[in-house]
């Protein structure tokens, strides 16, 4: 555990937590940020809380990136609290402030800590167990998507700027094959090539979007299977998760990333790559969910790209987890040896699925889209 638990007990008492702090473990499965849940108890019993530091190699302004979460979760819950039987403390992430009325705590060491309200009944997949959760995670995604629509106020600040923009993305793989810091470029030929061979997929949505033929709109930018809660006892979609990365976007950039994980059923980092491809069916599920939310947003030019999105997509991450594996493991947290390589590898090898059977997504996408 990174953290120990006096630290994490004296950081949780700096937040509107009522009760005796009773303990904290790590929780999830996030590449990204370190996750704590907490348990609380008070007269009314043991209530947990989720304490999550930032990782602030990541984000390079969390206060900013807080104001965006603020904004956003705050505008989610007053259009929740106006819809009749919706429950917005678990179909929106609430944060808890701090004792000072703040957003986040920022300790001696410069870490950004924040709380959030636990949604209880609820838990993520890594990857889809069945064609219905395909179908409700992507209903919530295209349904945020559609609730921030009109989000009032200045535009929502960039926490990673050119976050989905493939050509930088490969010009970053690039210059770490260039420099080989650790001497792993050998090991990964096979996978360069693959790389360098699909370099022309890049340009596809950064052009539309440049030549103002794409709208802009505000994204989720990390619909991964495991950013949306699975009700237990109903099996619903209950609440999308970790908005860091909220922001200006391109509603084909959710979609993408949403093709990359739902009907995969295969880990992200599976070594067994015979097992790994898209599977039509949960595939079908998760595009009839979304299109049902934001078909009646969605312009012609965007329904056009939801297919290439996904290969798209795939790719963008797939180049991130090579340059990451080239350069020593720096941004994604790693469980093993090769691990970053076992996760480009995965998303090189279902991009070809998505290759393969782009005729038969095609027209799945025709079907939903009326
Ligand atoms: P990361 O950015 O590292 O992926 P997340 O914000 O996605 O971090 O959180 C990691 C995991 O913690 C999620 O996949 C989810 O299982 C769990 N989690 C996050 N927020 C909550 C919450 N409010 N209630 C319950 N579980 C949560
Ligand atoms: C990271 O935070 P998490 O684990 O949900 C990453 C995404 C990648 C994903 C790959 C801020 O998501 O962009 O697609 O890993 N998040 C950030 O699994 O870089
Ligand atoms: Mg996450």
């Known amino acids: 555990m990174k953290h120990d638990k006096e630290t994490l007990k004296r950081i949780a008492g700096r937040f509107q937590i009522d009760g005796e702090f009773v303990d904290a473990e790590p929780y999830g499965t996030g590449h990204i940020n370190d996750?704590?849940?907490?348990?609380?108890?008070?007269?009314?019993?043991?209530?947990?809380?989720?304490?999550?530091?930032?990782?602030?190699?990541?984000?390079?302004?969390?206060?900013?990136?807080?104001?965006?979460?603020?904004?956003?979760?705050?505008?989610?819950?007053?259009?929740?609290?106006?819809?009749?039987?919706?429950?917005?403390?678990?179909?929106?992430?609430?944060?808890i402030p701090t004792r000072a009325g703040e957003k986040f705590h920022l300790d001696e060491q410069g870490n950004f800590w924040r709380t959030y309200v636990f949604i209880r009944g609820a838990r993520t997949f890594d990857t889809c167990t069945s064609p219905d959760q395909a179908y409700e995670g992507a209903k919530m995604f295209g349904k945020f998507q559609r609730m921030l629509d009109g989000l009032p106020g200045p535009r929502l600040h960039d926490t990673i700027p050119f976050f989905h923009h493939t050509p930088r993305r490969f010009k970053d793989l690039e210059k770490a094959i260039e420099k080989d810091a650790h001497n792993r470029a050998a090991s990964a030929r096979a996978e360069i090539k693959f790389a360098v061979r699909h370099k022309p997929l890049s340009t596809l949505v950064v052009d539309l979007l440049a030549a103002g033929r794409m709208p802009e709109r505000i994204t989720h930018n990390d619909t991964k299977v495991n950013n949306v809660m699975i009700d237990d006892a109903t099996g619903r979609g209950i609440c999308v998760i970790d908005l860091d990365t909220v922001m200006a976007g391109c509603a084909l950039f959710d979609f993408g990333d949403m093709v990359r994980t739902m009907p995969r059923l295969a880990a992200e980092d599976e070594r067994d790559l015979g097992k790994v491809s898209c599977d039509p069916v949960f595939f079908e599920a998760m595009a009839r969910g979304y299109l049902e939310s934001a078909r009646q947003f969605l312009l012609p030019v965007e329904l056009e790209h939801l297919v290439d999105a996904g290969r798209l997509i795939t790719f963008t991450i797939g180049?991130?987890?090579?340059?990451?594996?080239?350069?020593?493991?720096?941004?994604?947290?790693?469980?093993?040896?090769?691990?970053?390589?076992?996760?480009?590898?995965?998303?090189?090898?279902?991009?070809?699925?998505?290759?393969?059977?782009?005729?038969?997504?095609?027209?799945?996408?025709?079907?939903?889209?009326?």
């Open 319 to 370: 180049i991130r987890f090579l340059a990451d594996y080239l350069a020593g493991d720096v941004y994604f947290k790693t469980h093993r040896p090769g691990h970053n390589l076992d996760r480009a590898r995965v998303q090189f090898k279902f991009m070809e699925s998505l290759e393969q059977q782009e005729d038969k997504l095609e027209a799945i996408i025709l079907k939903h889209s009326h």
């Open 35 to 95: 996750t704590y849940k907490c348990k609380w108890q008070d007269r009314a019993g043991t209530r947990p809380f989720i304490l999550q530091r930032i990782n602030n190699n990541v984000f390079k302004n969390p206060p900013q990136l807080m104001e965006n979460i603020s904004r956003v979760t705050g505008y989610l819950g007053e259009q929740l609290a106006r819809t009749p039987g919706s429950e917005p403390d678990r179909e929106t992430l609430t944060l």
